[in-house]
């Protein structure tokens, strides 16, 4: 590691993926990974912009560096919304030896503190791609960054059965529980549903009275 290595800003990371959200009572985390994607995150940030909703943002280099990904990268911050580390592009890093982790982590780290313009910029979680953790999770503990488990998914990958906003609107209400992180996809493939059931649900569940806040384990103790 470099002299001058700012870590990533978790308070006290361990090794081990967690996967509750801040708070008591009726919270829940909303998550989001393999973006930022120009055709459907903006729309999201609408969406919960609208909602008065903050999610956490987990987000994959190449995005970032993707035409657009930059500008949706600030726009992810400027709203409030936290981030993520999803490394660097869609590869498994479950095999991948800890030197390995650590180059690919902090590849990813760097693209996203430039696309930001900020060396110190705050990513202190981390997700593994596929939620195969190997040898990663200790590696991003290492570098200031608190692994993240999958938690309750909604099953909106592209090799899923049944991706329609009906289906979605069901996985998604069954997934906001109580304490819940819940995963969900704003890139990777065209997320247009997802985004459509977020919008249904997330609304229902705000007027049932939840309140989103972030996962536990991440730079500041407040929901």
């Known amino acids: 590691m470099s002299d001058g290595f700012v870590p990533g800003g978790a308070t006290a990371p361990t090794a081990v993926p967690i996967e509750a959200a801040r708070g008591t009572g009726r919270v829940a985390a909303l998550t989001f990974d393999d973006g930022p994607d120009p055709r459907q995150t903006g729309r999201l940030l ?3 912009a609208e909602l008065g909703v903050t999610a956490t ?3 994959v280099g190449q995005r970032v560096r993707a035409p657009g990904g930059a500008e ?10 936290a981030l993520g580390n999803h490394s660097l592009d ?12 650590a180059a690919v982590l902090l590849a990813t780290l760097r693209i996203i503190r430039e696309a930001l313009g900020d060396p110190d910029a705050a990513v202190p979680w981390y997700r593994a791609p596929n939620g195969s953790f190997g040898r990663t999770g200790q590696v991003a503990a290492s570098l200031g960054m608190q692994p993240l488990g999958l938690g309750n998914v909604i099953h909106d990958w592209d090799d899923c059965d049944d991706r ?8 998604l209400r069954a997934a906001i529980a109580p ?6 996809h704003d890139g990777g493939g065209d997320r247009a549903t997802t985004v459509d059931a977020v919008a249904l649900v997330v609304a229902e569940k705000v007027a049932d009275g939840f309140h989103f806040t972030l996962p ?3 730079a500041e103790e407040h929901p």
């Open 179 to 184: 304490g819940a992180v819940v995963l969900a």
């Open 46 to 48: 609408d969406v919960l």
């Open 90 to 101: 869609y590869a498994d890093l479950g095999s991948a030896t800890e030197e390995e982790a």
């Open 72 to 81: 949706l990268l600030r726009r992810i911050v400027a709203e409030g919304h």
């Open 216 to 218: 536990r384990g991440g």
């Open 164 to 171: 329609s906003v009906a289906t979605l609107a069901d996985h």
């Open 57 to 59: 943002f987990c987000v």
